[in-house]
């Protein structure tokens, strides 16, 4: 490169010359002329650093992941079939007649696993019982579902259920239940793996 | 050679200062423009502020006048359209009820979920379990459990809420 041509007309000539001269210490005024695009170069590198500091930060914060992570609504084909297989699963589990009871603690464990199918084997040795002396039949259905969290593998949802309660020989009786279960995907399907009241 | 060479290494300097700040521009419009971002932060924030309008909305000290007309300005805060309109017309004949009555209510949102998220219209469905302890003007205090269907719409003011359905049994669609 040649070194007569500097990048830069404005702090060319003033850098070179102090790089090559001591300054003259009689002329003040003259140092400080040559000293200012030093100053401004270094000015303009500390405000480009901050900004783009700034900026890089105020992204980061807008990116928060505790939003981003959860995929709830964002990925609207995830949430409507996790929130139809946990739906159904509950339908099923939670549905039985006097003779079917069978069928349902089948379909258990085709949806349950983990806390959620011991909660469930415990609940439902009873409800076996009952259901045989007291010929009960029990009709439940998801009125709302919810999810309130969802990742890759596992999603959390909040379900109101009605359940119908019919003894033969009686009016049936509705009774609404509201429950937050927990599901897991484990090789491409949704299982529960955790049930809770609200 | 050495004034050059610090020459150069100002530029480069400055060069490199010039590239963050670009660097930090792009990284902020990239996530200004995410749309999946701003998705989940409506959903979020639409969640946290319709739970506490629900909390709000159960919510009244009936012991003086003074603190029904406040609870039934709290509500007025909380609510926005149709919910909004009807609370203002029927205010001055709740305070008279809710005085005479004196009991006392306290909301607080047990659990709750966005069903659905517009962000374009600015509306969400949000289902939330609600306990209500009441305490009666005299006579023991009991809870009740609620559940409710919201619809929330966005505001000037944040999201409120725009229409309250309690889910009884039997579906409340």
Redesign the interface.
């Known amino acids: ?1 040649n ?1 007569d041509v ?3 007309p404005d ?2 000539p003033g ?2 010359e ?3 001269r001591a300054p003259d210490p009689h002329d003040g005024a003259d140092v400080v002329r040559r000293r200012w695009p ?1 100053v401004l ?1 270094a000015l ?3 405000a ?2 901050a ?6 930060a ?3 914060q ?3 992941t ?3 992570a ?5 990925d609207a084909e995830a949430t409507t079939r996790v929130t139809g297989d946990v739906s159904s699963a509950l339908s099923k589990i939670f549905s039985y007649g006097p003779g079917a009871t069978a069928t349902t603690r089948a379909a258990a464990k085709e949806v349950l696993a983990g806390k959620a199918l011991q909660q469930y084997a415990a609940l439902f040795g009873q409800v076996e019982r009952q259901s045989a002396d007291q010929k009960l039949t029990l009709t439940t259905g998801v ?6 969290r969802l990742t890759d593998d596992s999603a959390h ?2 379900v ?1 259920l ?1 359940q119908v309660h019919e003894r033969r020989g009686r009016a049936p009786t ?3 239940a ?1 429950l ?1 279960v927990v599901a897991e995907l484990r090789d491409g399907r949704w299982w529960i793996v955790e049930i809770g009241s ?1 | 050679m ?3 060479t ?3 290494g ?2 480069a ?2 060069l490199v ?2 590239l ?6 792009w ?6 423009g ?1 749309r ?2 701003s ?3 409506a ?2 924030t639409a ?1 946290t502020e319709g739970r506490r309008h629900l909390a709000t909305l159960n919510t009244l000290d009936g012991k003086s006048a003074r603190r029904v007309d406040d609870g039934l300005r709290a509500w007025l805060d909380s609510s926005t359209g149709p919910l909004h309109d009807e609370l203002a017309r029927t205010r001055k004949a709740d305070a008279k009820s809710l005085t005479t009555a004196g009991d006392t209510a306290r909301g607080k949102v ?8 517009d962000e374009r219209t600015g509306t969400a469905e ?4 609600v306990d209500v302890e009441v305490t009666p003007r005299s006579g023991a205090a009991g809870t009740q ?1 609620k ?1 409710f ?1 919201a619809t929330l719409a966005r505001t000037a003011d944040g999201w409120k809420v725009k229409a309250l359905t309690a ?7």
């Open positions: 490169m070194s500097a990048p830069d702090l060319g850098a070179e102090t790089g090559t030093r170069g303009l590198t500390v480009l650093l900004t783009g500091g700034a900026l890089y105020e992204g980061r807008l990116r928060d505790s939003a981003t959860n995929r709830a609504l964002t009125v709302r579902a919810g999810v309130t949802l909040l109101f009605d509705t009774a609404s509201q937050t609200t | 050495t004034s050059r610090r020459h150069l100002g530029w300097v400055l200062a010039a963050v700040c670009g660097l930090g521009a990284s902020y419009g990239q996530a200004r995410d999946t971002l998705f989940a932060k959903r979020d969640l047990t659990s709750a979920a966005l069903t659905a998220l949000l289902i939330a379990t459990r559940r269907g889910i009884g049994t039997g579906g409340g669609r």
